[in-house]
Each structure stands twice: as C-alpha cells, then as structure tokens.
C-alpha cells in the first residue's frame, strides 16, 4: 500500500511512504515510465540519488527509496540488516509500485542488496547498474573491522564515523556540495541503523559465482579515485558479468552521484537509451 506525506525534516521534500513485509519504506519519486530504483549505500539515505531524480525524471519514474532505518523509513528491529533482506524490500517494492520490473541503480552496500535481488528475483529485474561495489564477501579482518566499528558508533553515537568517511568516501579536494550532503546523511542515520548495517554487511554471501549469470542490460561504474572499490576490481568485475559495461568516473572517489553528478547522469542517460534501443 502507498502513501503520501510530508518529511517533517524538508518542508520542500514530499515523501511517499510503502507498506512492505513488515516495514514502511519512504522513497522520493520523480518522472515517469520505466521504473528505475536507486538504492543508497552505507550509511546514507535517498539523498545520495537527488540530482539523479531531478535530471533522469525525463527517460524514467526515477524512485529512490530509504532503505530499512535509514531516512524517513521505518527503524530496524533487528541487530542485522541482512542483505537478502534488503533484496526482498526491493523487490516488495518494485511490485507495489505497480511494475513487474525496474532498472536498478545500485552503490557500495546498495550493490550488495542488487546483486542478492538479482540472485533472488532476477525477474524484478530489467537492467543492472553496479557502482563503487564488489560482489565478494568481507575478508576475516574486513568482519573484525566492521564489528570494532559498530562498537564504537554504540557507545559514541554515528557522528564519530563522519570525519573518517568524509576521507574513505570523497576523493582528496571534494567539492563543498558533497561534503556536506554527506555529513547530513551519515549524522541522520541512527545508530541502531549503522550497528545493523554493518552486521549484515559483515555477514554477507560472496556473490562473486552469480556474476556470470547476469541475463540483463549490465553497466559496471567506478569513480577513478575510488580507494575502497578501486576501479581495477570494477573492471574484473565487469569482466564476469557477460552483459557488462565498464565506465570510470574521472575525478571521483566512492560517491559519484554526489561527487561528478553529471557524469554519472550521462552515463545512466547513455546506457538506459542504450538499452531501450
């Protein structure tokens, strides 16, 4: 079931709000057509995808959802926000809207969530975009890592993260619009969000083997800065996936939609027009 409202927090952003499973999810939604979903990455919200669903809203319905916790949805009741979980929301989603498919645009953690729908309900989906992602699971230290993290934000709170990912995020000399729309959306996320997150990620299959199962439209983006999913494991990457594109994103780091966003919007422009040719 959908739902209109007003986010309390941005008298300019209407919010819409679904039923799904056992949750609300909120999402943002422009244009019309195709459905095309955004889903964020860790810890952020819908506000990674706005100057998406403003410049897109033309070739698509361009929907761009808060995952479970995060944004305007409903809080996580549980201390692991599994990836799978994350598949079928998606998928509830997509659904509900009204399409028995959608193009997926997908970053970091968000990636993660596809590449499990894709496993899981491959026929929710009509193209795949993988940004700034890998398909594998953590390393043992990558766990550990995660685990220390998800201490800390419990007895600091979520804003201890912004500084250290403000680094790992953005490329060196990011521009003002992108530092502070990311401090925003990590000091929204709440902690229970961030600890639930981090455990699923933790937790996650290795996807690596589906890969070659990719049937659909694929495009395999990177920003060229990115430290964390640096564009040669993109490349591999795309490599495995027999449908796949390959774009790297010149001065990005791990966020382009909000650090080269018009590049990033030529490139989903290009390859939708691509598809749909």
Same mark, same amino acid.
């Given at each position: 079931?959908?739902?209109?409202?007003?986010?309390?927090?941005?008298?300019?952003?209407?919010?819409?709000?679904?039923?799904? +499973?056992?949750?609300?999810?909120?999402? *943002?939604?422009?244009?019309?057509?195709?459905?095309?979903?955004?889903?964020?990455?860790?810890?952020?919200?819908?506000? %990674?995808?706005?100057?998406?669903?403003?410049?897109?809203?033309?070739? &698509?319905?361009?929907?761009?959802?808060?995952?479970?916790?995060?944004?305007?949805?409903?809080?996580?009741?549980?201390?692991?926000?599994?990836?799978? *979980?994350?598949?079928?929301?998606?998928?509830?989603?997509?659904?509900?809207?009204?399409?028995?498919?959608?193009?997926?645009?997908?970053?970091?953690?968000?990636?993660?969530?596809?590449?499990?729908?894709?496993?899981?309900?491959?026929? #929710?989906?009509?193209?795949?975009?993988?940004?700034?992602? &890998?398909?594998?699971?953590?390393?043992?230290?990558?766990?550990?890592? &995660? #685990?220390?993290?998800?201490?800390?934000?419990?007895?600091?709170?979520? +804003?201890?993260?912004?500084?250290?990912?403000?680094?790992?995020? %953005?490329?060196?000399?990011?521009?003002?619009?992108?530092?502070? &729309?990311?401090?925003?959306?990590?000091?929204?996320?709440?902690?229970?969000?961030?600890?639930?997150?981090?455990?699923?990620?933790?937790?996650?299959?290795?996807?690596?083997?589906?890969?070659?199962?990719?049937?659909?439209?694929?495009?395999?983006?990177?920003?060229?800065?990115?430290?964390?999913?640096?564009?040669?494991?993109?490349?591999?990457?795309?490599?495995?996936?027999?449908?796949?594109?390959?774009?790297?994103?010149?001065?990005?780091?791990?966020?382009?939609?909000?650090?080269?966003?018009?590049?990033?919007?030529?490139?989903?422009?290009?390859?939708?027009?691509?598809?749909?040719?």
């Amino acid at each position: 079931m959908v739902r209109d409202g007003c986010d309390v927090r941005s008298l300019e952003a209407i919010m819409h709000f679904v039923e799904v +499973g056992d949750t609300t999810l909120a999402y *943002q939604s422009r244009g019309g057509g195709d459905l095309a979903v955004f889903v964020h990455g860790f810890p952020l919200d819908h506000r %990674l995808w706005l100057d998406q669903l403003d410049a897109l809203g033309d070739l &698509r319905q361009c929907v761009a959802p808060d995952l479970r916790g995060s944004g305007s949805s409903d809080a996580v009741a549980s201390l692991v926000l599994a990836m799978e *979980q994350v598949a079928d929301d998606l998928a509830e989603l997509i659904e509900s809207l009204g399409h028995t498919s959608a193009d997926v645009v997908s970053l970091s953690m968000g990636g993660y969530g596809a590449l499990a729908l894709w496993e899981r309900h491959p026929e #929710r989906v009509r193209s795949l975009v993988l940004m700034d992602t &890998r398909p594998g699971a953590d390393s043992e230290a990558g766990r550990a890592g &995660r #685990r220390e993290t998800a201490e800390r934000v419990a007895d600091e709170g979520g +804003g201890v993260l912004v500084a250290s990912l403000q680094k790992a995020l %953005l490329a060196p000399g990011a521009e003002l619009a992108a530092r502070v &729309r990311l401090r925003g959306m990590i000091e929204a996320t709440a902690p229970e969000t961030i600890v639930a997150s981090l455990e699923g990620m933790a937790r996650r299959a290795d996807r690596t083997d589906i890969l070659s199962s990719i049937t659909v439209p694929t495009l395999v983006m990177v920003g060229a800065d990115d430290g964390l999913t640096p564009p040669d494991m993109a490349e591999h990457m795309a490599e495995l996936i027999p449908t796949a594109e390959l774009v790297v994103i010149p001065g990005a780091g791990h966020l382009p939609p909000i650090e080269t966003p018009e590049a990033v919007n030529d490139a989903l422009r290009a390859f939708w027009e691509r598809s749909d040719s």
